[in-house]
């Protein structure tokens, strides 16, 4: 009987801690607009300009007591590029640089979460632009986690990276506009 008793407890507990040991799925929230995935890019070396893309989604999972165990997904429409300026958007948009309607999607997909510090990580993953898929690597912030006032429970994030724009086949404008830097900032609902 003594070993019955102390096998079921042994087997509730190892239940018990697989189940808090295990990362929870997000939904990243572009519904409430709590999410952004924007980029600069020099120009001619005498300023910045500043855009962002309007339509993506992605989802991720995440168990703050194991973030090396964290996983990714994004992806975007790149039509959807914005920077206030109609004609340059739409010259980004061309062959001469996203080619928009030959490639009209873009994602990332994690491959490695990296732990740096308590609250940061190297994310690496493999990103598909222009139909080139390479891998690269967001420098991430974990910003919290908690439950929201409508009943949920939410985890945010910020990340940015260089890209080398001839990577994905894409010539810059100028000597000085060959780097982009792209950042992402989100909150995720957990999922049920």
Do not use: C
Not at 128 to 140: A, C, E, H, N, Y
């Amino acid at each position: 009987m003594l070993k019955k008793t102390l096998a079921a407890l042994a087997l509730g507990t190892a239940v018990l801690s697989a189940g808090q040991a295990m990362a929870a799925d997000y939904k990243i929230d572009k519904e409430g607009q709590h999410a952004f995935v924007d980029w600069k890019i020099s120009h001619l070396g005498y300023s910045f300009i500043y855009g962002t893309f309007k339509e993506w989604d992605g989802t991720f999972s995440f168990d703050a007591a194991k973030p090396e165990a964290s996983k990714i997904n994004i992806e975007l429409k790149t039509a959807s590029l914005f920077s206030n300026h109609a004609e340059r958007d739409k010259h980004i948009a061309s062959a001469d640089f996203l080619d928009v309607k030959k490639y009209p999607e873009a994602k990332f997909v994690s491959t490695s979460v990296k732990p740096t510090g308590d609250k940061t990580a190297d994310v690496t993953g493999d990103l598909t632009l222009r139909g080139v898929t390479k891998p690269v690597v967001f420098k991430t912030t974990f910003v919290g986690e908690g439950k929201d006032p409508w009943g949920g429970y939410r985890a945010g994030f910020e990340g940015t990276t260089t890209l080398q724009l001839s990577d994905f086949d894409i010539k810059g404008p100028g000597p000085a506009s060959q780097t982009l830097v792209l950042n992402i900032s989100f909150e995720g609902v957990q999922q049920k």
